[in-house]
Nanobody, 119 residues
């Protein structure tokens, strides 16, 4: 089973930036579509952005378009999320996962990384 370890979260002021990382174990990483998700308190987990096997971003949520950038490094089995111009409504626990052809997640969730945007 692939293990996912997210990192890079923290407390940041509105307008600030953070870069999240998600490291995956195993050699299958380069073969799968990856995505970032987030879950705010009291809300369902939602898709933030996806990235194809070759590194092409896809499926940005409308709420993050123009502010967030997803990327991946297959040599390091890592997917990134660069978050700029952060807003309080971006506060959530952020997770990554692989995405199946049917749109569901492929692996067990990691522990996530908390992002808090507050002055």
């Amino acid at each position: 089973q692939v293990q996912l370890v997210e990192s890079g979260g923290g407390l940041v002021q509105p307008g600030g930036s953070l870069r999240l990382s998600c490291a995956a174990s195993g050699s299958i990483f380069k073969l799968v579509v990856m995505a970032w998700y987030r879950q705010a308190p009291g809300k369902q987990r939602e898709l933030v952005a996806g990235v194809t096997r070759s590194g092409m971003p896809t499926n940005y949520a409308d709420s993050v378009k123009g502010r967030f950038t997803i990327s991946r490094d297959n040599a390091k089995n890592t997917v990134y999320l660069q978050m700029n111009s952060l807003k309080p409504e971006d506060t959530a626990v952020y997770y990554c996962n692989a995405v199946t052809l049917g749109g569901s997640v492929a692996w067990d969730w990691g522990q996530g990384t908390q992002v808090t945007v507050s002055s």
